[in-house]
């Protein structure tokens, strides 16, 4: 099948490809866009990751996929594309070939790196388009990845862009990569007519059947609501720790926060128990905010 999805929710697409790779035997293509969100990979610290709080106040969703691989900004001017199917998945590339075929029938050539990101080169640069993840299981896999077609790439920075210095996690980072937008670089062709394109390629190939837009399933309705769940977002984040000093107010102390499933596991201040004590008892248990300094303030 070749699902072009109209729902614009990463958490009702990414577990379509969850029902789709669990509960079904055939190769699947899917096609999405996504409202505002941040998507990260299974492994990693979304406070490694992401300006988790600003990201937060500008109503952008932060989702945790089931596949591995980095963190992705999505919202207007992305594709999101899936391949889903069975078997031996040695030869990654194969399907990138596939993408990288229904653009150059719009003009735009594309390279596949060593590392299976697709590269746009102009002007003896090589920009990265599109990255991707991927997970296998019980005979399945799935290879998704998104295309930078026309992104506020100037905004992805903002929710991005972190000084992580005083985090120490065993997480995976990003690999952090100079990136552009094809229409940027393509600027007659339209978002519109890539989508067009990459349906009729796939279509093309006979392996994918006919074209549906949305379905619905309890087990898909199930996944959702895991990949919604807090403890799901923040709570499978790997033990990390921060390390800082107090605000002057409280004495300036050293500090060193730890970690576990996201949440407060316990607060070690240097040079004064009392204090230790106190913020223990107003943190711990509670998920980490990067803003915690201020919630500082609100101790009484």
């Known amino acids: 099948m070749i699902f072009h999805s109209s729902n614009t929710s990463p958490y009702y697409n990414l577990a379509l490809e969850e029902f789709l ?47 591995g691989g980095g963190c992705v900004y999505e919202g207007p001017g992305n594709i999101n594309y899936s391949f889903i199917g069975s078997g031996d998945f040695e030869d990654r590339g194969k399907n990138l070939l596939k993408i990288k075929k229904a653009f150059e029938k719009l003009g735009i050539a594309l390279e596949i790196n060593d590392r299976f990101d697709l590269i746009l080169k102009y002007k003896q640069n090589a ?22 077609l026309k992104a506020d790439i100037n905004g992805i920075w903002d929710y991005l862009t972190r000084d992580t210095g005083n985090i120490r996690s065993k997480s995976i980072e990003s690999t952090r990569s100079p990136v552009t937008n094809i229409l940027d670089i393509y600027p007659g062709v339209t978002q519109a007519e ?10 093309s190939i ?15 309705t199930r996944y959702e609501q895991d990949l919604r769940c807090d403890d799901w977002i923040y ?28 949440r407060f596991q316990s607060i ?8 230790q004590d106190h913020l223990e008892k107003h943190f711990l248990g509670k998920y980490y905010t990067q803003q915690w300094e201020a919630e500082l303030d609100k101790i009484p």
Request: positive net charge; proline residues 4%.
């Open 268 to 275: 070690e201040v240097i040079g004064n128990k009392e204090i």
């Open 206 to 220: 006979g392996q994918y059947g006919s074209v549906v837009s949305e379905i619905n399933d309890e087990n898909i």
């Open 21 to 67: 790779l669990r509960h079904t035997h055939e190769d699947h293509f899917l096609i999405w866009e996504s409202s505002p969100a941040i998507i990260y990979g299974k492994f990693q610290n979304p406070w490694r990751e992401i300006h988790v709080d600003y990201a937060l106040k500008q109503k952008h969703l932060l989702v945790r996929r089931i596949t």
């Open 194 to 203: 890539v989508t067009s394109t990459l349906i009729k390629e796939m279509h």
């Open 235 to 262: 709570g499978q984040t790997p033990k990390f720790s921060i390390e800082g000093n107090l605000p002057v107010k409280l004495g300036g102390h050293p500090v060193f926060l730890h970690m576990e499933k996201g």
């Open 127 to 148: 920009f990265k388009v599109s990255g991707n993840a991927f997970k296998n299981t019980r005979g399945r896999w799935i290879h998704h990845g998104s295309l930078l």
